[in-house]
């Protein structure tokens, strides 16, 4: 059993910019519970994923991202506001939960893959059960895009015979099976140690530059989260909303030497006592994160 780098896949297969998977989230309130008496997790909450980049939301535990995260995938209601996919409104008046759908796909922290079936049944297991694909095209198009991941020669491992780090790029491959217009990835990277986290970082890189899907990522740590995105939108502590969003001008393609340039210290130094604040609030109120 072999399993290639990502990183060392051709950069030359990079698609074109999409215009599609953008997020709008306007105005968002999300209170649990009754409306005077709840727990507010987000506060008039505006910002925007744009199509066909990263956006990278950072922030305290227990801030509210996968509140966010979680009405943008249509798991829960909002309170207010609005969330728009595109041109289609998601949720918002009148309809303040969106319907979930195979366009936003949720990479969850904790993974998903079943542990009876093998890596490339878990990959063609969405498609073939929606019947949108014969079983012969999802085993080949299961078979390019592993490949195009690093994950060649692992199809007929089951998920416990792999690495949590190859799990997380096996989820990201079976996600992309679907067609989504936009990723949504909470802490998928959390548990793993940060030898393992950057290579996991620069193999989605690599896959992000083969597909251009949106992607919708949340972490609470800083050096992820600006070496992935496009955009930084760090949250206050609960109840969230943007404190800071930043535009990362960092040129992409980008691979783990950009860790040691000026420009990223920069970006560092610009940020990391915004998000020190808002931990140091998070901790003082004992939010937890669930
Ligand atoms: N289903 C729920 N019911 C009540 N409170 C919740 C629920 N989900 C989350 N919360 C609370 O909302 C706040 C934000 O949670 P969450 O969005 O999970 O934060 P984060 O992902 O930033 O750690 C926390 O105080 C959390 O305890
Ligand atoms: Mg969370």
Redo the contacts with the bound molecule.
């Keep these: 059993m072999s399993v290639e780098p990502a990183v060392m896949a051709s950069r030359s297969a990079v698609a074109q910019p999409v215009r599609q998977g953008g997020v709008r989230i306007n105005d968002v309130v999300?209170i649990?519970?009754a409306k005077d008496t709840?727990?507010l997790?987000?506060d008039h909450c505006t910002f925007e994923v744009p199509p066909g980049e990263i956006t990278v939301c950072v922030?305290?535990?227990?801030?509210?991202?996968?509140?966010?995260?979680?009405a943008i995938a249509g798991f829960?209601s909002i309170t207010s506001g609005s969330i728009y996919l595109d041109d289609e409104m998601l949720c918002g008046p009148g309809k303040l939960k969106a319907q979930p759908g195979p366009d936003r796909i949720v990479v969850f922290q904790n993974g998903a893959l079943f542990p009876w079936k093998t890596n490339i049944e878990n990959v063609t297991f969405g498609p073939i059960m929606q019947g949108v694909m014969p079983r012969a095209e999802a085993d080949d198009k299961a078979r390019a895009m592993m490949a195009d991941a690093g994950l060649r020669g692992i199809e007929h491992n089951y998920p416990g015979e792999i690495s949590s780090g190859v799990r997380r790029r096996v989820e990201i491959v079976r996600a992309l099976m679907n067609n989504p217009k936009i990723l949504l990835l909470?802490?998928p990277y959390r548990a793993l140690d940060s030898l393992t986290k950057s290579v996991m970082h620069e193999a989605l890189l690599e896959i992000f530059y083969k597909n251009r899907v949106s992607i919708f990522f949340?972490t609470?740590d800083l050096e992820e989260a600006i070496f992935l995105g496009h955009k930084v939108v760090i949250?206050t502590t609960?109840?969230?909303r943007p404190k800071k969003i930043l535009d990362i001008d960092i040129p992409h393609p980008r691979d783990y030497s950009v860790l040691t340039t000026k420009r990223f210290r920069e970006f560092m130094e610009e940020t990391v006592a915004a998000v020190h604040e808002e931990a140091i609030k998070a901790f003082a109120a004992g939010?937890?994160?669930?």
């Design positions: 999300k649990y519970g709840g727990l997790a987000v922030g305290p535990s227990g801030c509210g991202k996968t509140t966010l995260l979680n829960h909470d802490e949340i609470h949250m609960r109840p969230c939010e937890k994160e669930r």
